[in-house]
């Protein structure tokens, strides 16, 4: 046996669900998604942490700001989730679980992309342009439940996202006591937040 094909045969095998390549065409993924979609899963195999975004990004041979848009898609389209799990020493990690797109490929539910995926995109492009660097996993799963668990409108967040830059509080968590705080006081639109706006500058 030749030392090459020794080296590949330790380099062990990764297997995917032939459900993945039968529906892709009819899921709302782009190949560039799939693709990142394929190595996370593969990684997911044989890891207990996710993937450090650097190595995941020469591997997919992507930009870090370009993977760091298509996870944060994968993520709106419920494709991945990032949960955090315990390692083999109890220590509390994060990983990207995959099994969402299985599960609904696997029942004849293909991902459908939201109506306010555009938004939700626009709105991690942006907080990522005023805070002037990338957003954690961590960071972009607090976007993500703002806008799919919370159902804050974009507009919101956006407005949120400018009291805070006005403040120079370059934190999601500063954004998400804006947002606590307008949603205690009833105001659930851009337009009511405004108008109180305007109403304490005696506009």
């Given at each position: 046996?030749?030392?090459?094909?020794?080296?590949y045969l330790q380099n062990g095998q990764t297997t995917f669900s032939q459900?993945?390549?039968?529906?892709?065409?009819?899921?709302?993924?782009?190949?560039?998604?799939?693709?990142?979609?394929?190595?996370?899963?593969?990684?997911?195999?044989?890891?207990?942490?996710?993937?450090?975004?650097?190595?995941?990004?020469?591997?997919?041979?992507?930009?870090?700001?370009?993977?760091?848009?298509?996870?944060?898609?994968?993520?709106?389209?419920?494709?991945?989730?990032?949960?955090?799990?315990?390692?083999?020493?109890?220590?509390?990690?994060?990983?990207?679980?995959?099994?969402?797109?299985?599960?609904?490929?696997?029942t004849s539910t293909p991902t459908q992309a939201k109506p306010e995926a555009?938004?939700?995109?626009?709105?991690?492009?942006?907080?990522?342009?005023?805070?002037?660097?990338?957003?954690?996993?961590?960071?972009?799963?607090?976007?993500?439940?703002?806008?799919?668990?919370?159902?804050?409108?974009?507009?919101?967040?956006?407005?949120?996202?400018?009291?805070?830059?006005?403040?120079?509080?370059?934190?999601?968590?500063?954004?998400?006591?804006?947002?606590?705080n307008w949603e205690k006081r009833h105001l659930t639109t851009p337009a009511?937040?405004?108008?109180?706006?305007?109403?304490?500058?005696?506009?």
């Amino acid at each position: 046996m030749s030392d090459s094909l020794a080296a590949y045969l330790q380099n062990g095998q990764t297997t995917f669900s032939q459900a993945l390549f039968d529906h892709f065409a009819q899921s709302a993924l782009t190949q560039r998604e799939f693709v990142v979609y394929l190595f996370l899963a593969a990684w997911a195999q044989h890891h207990q942490e996710a993937p450090a975004l650097d190595q995941l990004a020469q591997s997919t041979k992507l930009g870090k700001q370009d993977l760091y848009t298509v996870i944060e898609t994968l993520i709106q389209k419920k494709a991945i989730a990032l949960v955090q799990t315990r390692d083999s020493h109890g220590r509390s990690v994060d990983q990207y679980d995959v099994t969402p797109l299985l599960k609904q490929l696997l029942t004849s539910t293909p991902t459908q992309a939201k109506p306010e995926a555009q938004g939700g995109q626009q709105i991690f492009s942006q907080i990522e342009v005023e805070f002037g660097r990338p957003l954690s996993p961590i960071e972009q799963q607090t976007i993500n439940d703002w806008l799919t668990v919370d159902h804050y409108d974009p507009a919101l967040i956006k407005l949120a996202l400018r009291e805070a830059v006005l403040n120079q509080a370059y934190s999601l968590r500063y954004m998400d006591r804006i947002l606590l705080n307008w949603e205690k006081r009833h105001l659930t639109t851009p337009a009511q937040v405004q108008a109180e706006q305007e109403r304490h500058l005696g506009l």
